[in-house]
């Protein structure tokens, strides 16, 4: 009995430990505005042409016919964190995403990957392309928002798509600001929207890069279509 007793008071003293050491971690850290609510300075434009502004302390895109997909990329990259942001989408309609742990392609660049089946697939970027992880933002109708999408590169992750009418696939709300939580520790990634967990995976492509505001290709639609971020900080955990 008082062996069994001493191995679950070791056992509970690991866990604690283990708990305060994560905690210790953090603390040690502090959190980095990646927005200081006046300017972009820090930020610059890739892939495309969207427009960028700044109004009550807010960063405001705005899509623009005929123009690419478009991010504003912080200057500087980060590899193992904790990413939250509050987002609003000001036109539903318009798929959007925050890119993490992204590159920015100096030249034209080419992958070779696998698809769903197996087979060998090519995939060619032109220079300043963004490519890398992106945590979706998308309406509540649509139910991928915190999905992650491999932009320019693989398409969309495992797990990806929330089984329709689940919490998960209802996270997002219409008309509201959103709180989006992207945890990366090595090859886990874990996305949180509205506090409710959406994906938690393994994947060890990228470990460092570029945090990444998108505003989405809409064709030549004429419509100004808007997505607003705000509260944008980074805690670093490396």
Not at 64 to 77: A, M
Not at 211 to 222: C, F, R, S
Request: proline share 3%; net charge neutral.
């Amino acid at each position: 009995m008082q062996y069994r007793k001493r191995k679950i008071l070791t056992s509970i003293l690991v866990i604690i430990f283990s708990s305060f050491s994560v905690i210790v971690e953090a603390q040690n850290n502090e959190w980095i505005k990646l927005f200081n609510g006046k300017n972009l300075d820090g930020w610059s434009v890739h892939s495309g042409s969207a427009k960028y502004r700044v109004e009550n302390g807010e960063i405001i895109g705005n899509a623009v016919k005929g123009s690419p997909n478009s991010f504003l990329c912080t200057n500087r990259s980060f590899g193992d964190f904790i990413l939250e942001f509050e987002v609003y989408l000001v036109s539903p309609e318009l798929n959007s995403g925050v890119q993490f742990r992204s590159m920015i392609a100096k030249e034209e660049t080419a992958f070779w990957f696998r698809n769903d089946n197996g087979e060998l697939q090519q995939k060619t970027i032109p220079a300043d392309r963004v490519y890398g992880y992106q945590v979706e933002i998308a309406g509540e109708d649509v139910g991928s928002a915190g999905g992650v999408y491999d932009e320019a590169r693989r398409a969309f992750m495992t797990p990806w798509w929330p089984e329709k009418g689940s919490k998960e696939s209802k996270a997002f709300k219409n008309n509201k600001w959103n709180k989006y939580r992207v945890e990366c520790k090595g090859d886990h990634i874990r996305t949180t929207v509205n506090g409710i967990v959406i994906t938690d995976f393994r994947d060890g492509v990228n470990f460092e890069g570029i945090i990444g505001l998108q505003v989405h290709d809409v064709g030549n639609d004429p419509t100004p279509y808007e997505v607003k971020w705000r509260n944008i900080r980074v805690l670093p955990l490396d």
